[in-house]
């Protein structure tokens, strides 16, 4: 083959192969982190004891009992003597081991629910009953001596997850992103090792290899960095932002890792690549070797040509 067609060739995989490398690490986390329920509850577990999360849970929560309290009680107004009392018990029943288990079991429960719907063919609504929370809850209420917290019902209502209306859309960008989680990481490798065994100068192909790849993992950092900002921005006012930054960073925190990993990785393997081209020796043995025997040929050469003369 042609040394610039060879060229040619090397640089469009090394391109291929640095452009799939963003795309390759958000769909293997999508397809392998988001998608398995124990990574998943691993992921979302330290949030149990993130201030934001346990602050955001306590309102959304002592909210809810009180329009419980409203609905099947004969007492108002109740918000205002007892709400404070009712948002002190939640908030320092998140501050308990019962509340780490029961945010473990919701999370488990939730991605468990989700994932049954997107691997089906059922166009329900998915729905998840939280009726055990409700129950440790009232049991902690009632051992803080709140008031009527004897009386709050626990009904095993079913609470919408996801719409019926969303499942379709979902489930294909589910299914795609389960084939490309794999693929899309073995392509990237593929076109890199055949761009560099096509190279003319393999050095120089490694090195642009290790720069292309310390791009696209610096490109994945800036990408979360401004999905962060913009999923914040796009929020109801009545959302507590703090909370959800909490949780787009547990759940994109192996992603931003791997970002980071591949532009050390990447500029390591680019420095290196450099520092072996300029500090190898310029003179190897085998030439030196030969220079001294050219260099000692001419001195014995006319020592034989007057040993023959005067012969």
């Not at 469009?12 to 795309?23: H, N, Y």
């Not at 050469?301 to 023959?308: G, H, I, Q, Y």
Request: aromatic fraction near 6%; glycine fraction near 6%.
């Amino acid at each position: 083959m042609p040394p610039r067609l060879r060229s040619a060739l090397s640089a469009v995989l090394i391109t291929l192969s640095c452009l799939l490398v963003p795309f390759g690490a958000l769909a293997a986390w999508a397809a392998y982190g988001l998608a398995d329920t124990d990574r998943y509850v691993t992921a979302m577990a330290p949030l149990a004891t993130d201030p934001d999360v346990r602050e955001a849970v306590a309102d959304t929560v002592g909210d809810g009992i009180l329009r419980a309290v409203d609905q099947h009680l004969d007492v108002h107004p109740v918000r205002g003597p007892v709400g404070p009392f009712v948002h002190d018990a939640v908030r320092s029943f998140t501050q308990t081991r019962a509340f780490r288990l029961a945010w473990d079991a919701g999370n488990r429960v939730t991605h468990d629910a989700v994932l049954r719907a997107l691997r089906a063919e059922d166009e329900r609504a998915v729905t998840v009953d939280f009726a055990p929370v409700t129950a440790q809850v009232k049991r902690q209420l009632t051992l803080d001596h709140v008031p009527l917290a004897q009386r709050i019902p626990v009904e095993h209502t079913s609470v919408a997850v996801l719409p019926a209306g969303e499942l379709v859309a979902l489930r294909k960008g589910f299914h795609v992103m389960e084939i490309a989680g794999f693929w899309l990481p073995v392509a990237a490798v593929a076109f890199a090792a055949a761009g560099i065994a096509l190279a003319v100068r393999r050095r120089r192909a490694v090195a642009a290899t290790a720069l292309g790849t310390a791009l696209g993992g610096a490109l994945l950092v800036l990408a979360l960095a401004v999905g962060r900002s913009l999923t914040l921005a796009d929020l109801p006012a009545d959302v507590p932002h703090p909370a959800v930054g909490a949780v787009y960073d547990a759940l994109t925190g192996t992603l931003r890792t791997a970002g980071w990993v591949l532009l050390g990785l990447g500029l390591a393997v680019a420095l290196t690549s450099w520092l072996t081209r300029y500090l190898r020796p310029r003179r190897p043995l085998a030439r030196l070797v030969r220079r001294l025997r050219g260099s000692a040929a001419p001195a014995s050469a006319p020592a034989r040509a007057r040993t023959r003369a005067r012969v």
